[in-house]
């Protein structure tokens, strides 16, 4: 198969710091390195200083070796995410800057394996794709007859996510919807309403945070989901912006506060929010509204 987009030779930047713990990580780093040309400093100030900086720095590294160790395939859509020149690649949307970080990563994916399997997922919807990270590793779980539907507006990073799931055997049971995700979603809830396709098991948001209570009142009031659902939303915590009262918000963190403030007070769902990377929130729908 042709390839039109090989990893390039050079050694790809250090993602950058883009979750709460790494944030943390390095801002304690950076005090621990100030303290220490402090003259006259008591001694038990550095000790606490570095003891906390181990505790920050050493915890994602740590998850990443106690987790299962991902996939070739997925191991391979890491490195050629990480290879790929972003800013020689932009993205077609003028509101949407790509970069590394954007890729969910071992962890997480792990995580989303899980899930998939505890919900017995036959069918799975993925809003917001990037370079497939999180779709190839959901459709690894997935037996035969098994489907994944990932909706990316951005068709030059859809086709290169599509070129990376060629390389996988997995990757023939994700579907890639390109355009805007409402319009994708406005369309297959008509084709679930219908009877056409069946609806979702499983659902993970990982798109536009401005967008994200569209997309959720879409899932929670139309025919998109299964009766036992589950969704998955990703970003929750966005770099510590909804929770830290000192920070200034930017507009992505802004509309994660306001999300999670949104979901507090719904009482058509039940959800718990997990600090795993960048915040997870699991999220199902309550039959009865009147608990």
């Not at 303290?35 to 200083?49: H, K, N, Y």
């Not at 990316?152 to 996510?161: C, H, N, Q, S």
């Not at 406005?186 to 945070?209: N, T, W, Y």
Request: overall charge negative; proline content about 6%.
């Amino acid at each position: 198969m042709t390839d039109t987009h090989p990893v390039e030779v050079s050694t790809p930047a250090a993602p950058r710091p883009v979750t709460p713990s790494t944030i943390l990580a390095e801002v304690v780093c950076d005090m621990r390195t100030r303290l220490e040309g402090v003259d006259g400093l008591d001694r038990s100030i550095l000790t606490a200083a570095a003891r906390a900086e181990a505790l920050a720095a050493g915890l994602d590294p740590y998850l990443d070796l106690c987790t299962t160790a991902e996939t070739p395939a997925l191991a391979d859509l890491a490195l050629r995410t990480a290879h790929r020149d972003w800013d020689a690649n932009p993205s077609s949307i003028p509101e949407v800057r790509l970069e590394q970080e954007m890729l969910s990563g071992h962890v997480e994916g792990q995580a989303l394996k899980f899930l998939v399997f505890a919900c017995a997922a036959r069918r799975v919807l993925e809003i917001g794709m990037f370079t497939g990270y999180s779709a190839l590793a959901m459709a690894e779980e997935l037996d035969d007859g098994g489907e994944v539907v990932a909706c990316e507006i951005d068709a030059d990073v859809a086709a290169f996510a599509r070129e990376c799931f060629d390389r996988s055997p997995a990757g023939k049971r994700i579907s890639i919807e390109v355009g805007p995700a409402g319009e994708t979603l406005r369309r297959l809830d008509d084709r679930c309403r219908s009877g056409d396709v069946a609806p979702f098991d499983f659902v993970f948001i990982d798109a536009d945070k401005p967008g994200y209570l569209g997309y959720l009142d879409l899932l929670l009031e139309g025919s998109l989901l299964a009766p036992r659902a589950l969704i998955a939303v990703d970003n929750t915590l966005l770099q510590g912006e909804p929770y830290a009262v000192d920070a200034v918000p930017s507009t992505n963190g802004s509309a994660m506060a306001t999300f999670n403030a949104a979901l507090t007070y719904d009482d058509r769902v039940e959800q718990v929010v997990l600090p795993l990377r960048d915040g997870l929130t699991l999220i199902r729908r309550v039959p009865d509204r009147t608990r």
